[in-house]
């Protein structure tokens, strides 16, 4: 009983992980069919932006401190790569891709050598470092800082993309892009505040897999990406519901198989993407295929 | 440029073919010969290009440039984006060394039984992979190559040797093989590789179904509404490209003399694609300069970045110029923006004034 509470912790605790990086990588996907490959590095810039405000202001202050310097870092990297690199090359989807592809390979290299290949350590505040006692096992108190962020940040995706005008025309676009452009509404600028806004959640999954691990290390984001990629495929492109139900799933497979044996977990994620595509009828879209 | 290719005479398309193959030839001849001249070019390479460091250098290129070329059938002419190469260079690489080392079959054994299985993983992988299209199928692609990687690093380390990997038997390695001394056999496996790869993928591409998958590659739509099932294309692309792939891995495999895990990483079938796309992606000679090109860079960069002009560098410009990545990363956004058509696209647009672009 204990260990499954702790592996349901920390699976849940991995699932926040995955719909923070998910969660702006289904909408620009959705939105502009770019498949941001950069993304992981996103991650990786917020990781050690934050780290590095993290080790010069030390307890809560601190944790704040880099948690907004994550969002800050992602957002503002996120929004210089569409300004500089997607923009220009709308209207050839593949070479956006190919250009995150190279903003992939040298933004970690980049940060491996301004902050060495080793990974650094991360020091959490005293009472973030502990234990809560749930059904008699000790679950790491950072994994509910992890799932609290990733549900509140859920409830603000729904609110945006349920009740205001910003969010609407983002849904309309990840419907029909050429209908919206139709009707007089500048997709363009949705792009941009889109893109923002998954670089603000990727550098936020940044600080929150520093603070998760204890260490922040260049590779983290890629790693990450990967099984982000992963909850993408299965929750269907533009759909956040589908990204949060996704990712849980994950998560939860990936924790449960690893305690069954070691390095099965990533496999049985692999296992499961397959199983998926083979018998759903649908495609990345949510339109039958 | 497809209606201009179309609309030219067939007797004036036939003569241009048969030009490209007495080119390639004659490419393939001066490559055949190299490891006969004693000739150096300082700066360039470290000794004579009969030099035993020099041609492992250069077999590596043209493994590079063959792998590239296997990866130009799926990405350059079908349009289809995989993430998975890596998977299948990685079973020819490993399942040859597990049989030889821990089964005790011969090379040649092994290597044929490796290709058995990369056949049945290439269909099974493509069957499910291909079921979701376009950029959906990138992702699969990279998931399941993920997972090959972390099998073969933390899998089963008695078989794969983990993160070191392992080096292949040398018993079973033919004597014409095994040494310094006869890196030159090496180097013209390698070439043959390379041409192996090139005469498979020119000689599929001319067939008709190369012209469907190009068809595909233009738009998949009007090939399903002309009544033929892009899938089932797509599909014979995928396991020829795999085929060819797992071929490049046993070669790889006795030109390092062991199997590497590094073939495995996202980072390998990432480095395919920047070969694909600075040769020039679909493009008769792109895979193979960018294949050359690229498996050049990537060798001499460390060399470059180790030197002593670099380290004279404040800390500021010395840091990023010492990280191969960085640079390949870059100099590949720079490329995407600047010369879309690759290094191949480049010469094309000087050399060519009839408007009728190679295939």
Not at chain 2, 49 to 75: I, K, T
């Amino acid at each position: 009983m204990t260990t499954l509470v702790l592996l349901t912790a920390t699976g849940l605790g991995l699932a926040a992980l995955y719909f923070l990086v998910a969660s702006g990588l289904s909408l620009i996907f959705g939105l502009m069919d770019v498949l941001n490959f950069a993304h992981g590095a996103f991650v990786s810039i917020g990781g050690y932006v934050g780290w590095t405000v993290a080790d010069h202001l030390s307890g809560t202050f601190g944790l704040v401190g880099s948690l907004l310097a994550g969002i800050a870092a992602g957002a503002a990297i996120a929004a210089a790569t569409e300004l500089a690199i997607i923009r220009p090359l709308y209207g050839r989807p593949l070479d956006q891709v190919l250009a995150t592809v190279g903003l992939g390979l040298a933004i970690p290299a980049l940060l491996q050598a301004i902050w060495g290949a080793d990974s650094r350590t991360w020091l959490v505040p005293g009472w973030l470092a502990g234990t809560v006692d749930v059904a008699g096992a000790h679950v790491p108190t950072v994994r509910f800082l992890l799932i609290g962020i990733a549900v509140a940040l859920l409830l603000a995706l729904r609110l945006l993309f349920g009740r205001t005008r910003a969010g609407l025309i983002v849904r309309a676009g990840v419907e029909d892009r050429e209908m919206v452009t139709a009707l007089g509404i500048d997709v363009r600028r949705a792009n941009s505040a889109v893109f923002a806004l998954g670089g603000a959640a990727a550098g936020l999954a940044g600080v929150l897999y520093g603070l998760y691990q204890g260490s922040v290390s260049p590779g983290d984001g890629t790693s990450l990406l990967i099984f982000a990629f992963v909850v993408v495929v299965l929750g269907g492109a533009g759909s956040i519901t589908g990204t949060a139900v996704a990712a849980i799933a994950v998560g939860l497979v990936q924790q449960y198989a690893d305690y069954a044996s070691a390095s099965l977990g990533d496999e049985s994620v692999v296992i499961l993407l397959a199983a998926v595509l083979l018998l759903r009828r649908r495609n990345l879209q949510g339109r039958p295929a | 440029m497809t209606r201009a290719r179309v609309s030219a005479p067939p007797v004036r398309h036939r003569r241009i073919w048969r030009n490209n193959w007495l080119r390639a030839l004659v490419v393939f001849a001066v490559l055949y010969f190299l490891p006969y001249s004693t000739l150096s070019i300082p700066g360039v390479f470290d000794g004579p290009l009969d030099a035993p460091g020099v041609l492992q250098l250069l077999a590596v290129c043209l493994v590079f440039a063959g792998l590239a070329v296997s990866y130009d059938l799926l990405f350059g002419h079908t349009g289809v984006m995989s993430f998975g190469h890596g998977i299948f260079v990685t079973a020819g690489m490993y399942v040859t060394t597990i049989l030889v080392n821990h089964a005790g079959y011969g090379l040649l054994q092994s290597a044929a039984l490796a290709l058995a299985v990369t056949l049945v993983a290439s269909l099974l992988l493509g069957g499910v992979a291909l079921r979701v299209g376009g950029i959906g199928f990138a992702m699969v692609t990279l998931a399941f190559g993920q997972a090959v990687s972390i099998l073969v690093i933390s899998g089963s380390p008695q078989l794969t040797g983990g993160e070191q990997g392992q080096t292949l038997n040398s018993a079973a390695v033919p004597a014409a093989l095994d040494g310094v001394r006869n890196t030159a056999n090496l180097y013209w496996i390698a070439l043959a590789y390379l041409v192996l790869c090139a005469a498979a993928v020119w000689g599929l591409t001319a067939s008709t179904p190369g012209r469907v998958m190009r068809a595909i590659h233009e738009n998949e739509r009007r090939v399903e509404v002309l009544g033929l099932n892009p899938y089932l294309f797509k599909l014979l692309a995928f396991v020829v490209s795999g085929l060819l792939a797992a071929g490049g891995g046993v070669i790889y495999l006795l030109l390092l003399g062991g199997a590497t895990p590094t073939v495995s990483t996202s980072n390998f079938t990432l480095s395919l694609l920047v070969m694909v796309v600075l040769g020039g992606a679909g493009r008769r000679w792109g895979a193979i300069v960018g294949g050359l090109v690229y498996g050049y860079a990537s060798q001499s960069l460390t060399r470059v970045s180790g030197s002593s002009a670099i380290a004279g560098l404040p800390g500021i410009l010395r840091g990023p110029l010492e990280q191969p990545l960085f640079l390949l990363g870059a100099a590949f956004v720079l490329i995407v923006f600047f010369a879309p058509g690759g290094l191949a696209g480049r010469l094309a647009a000087k050399t060519t004034t009839t408007g009728i672009e190679e295939g």
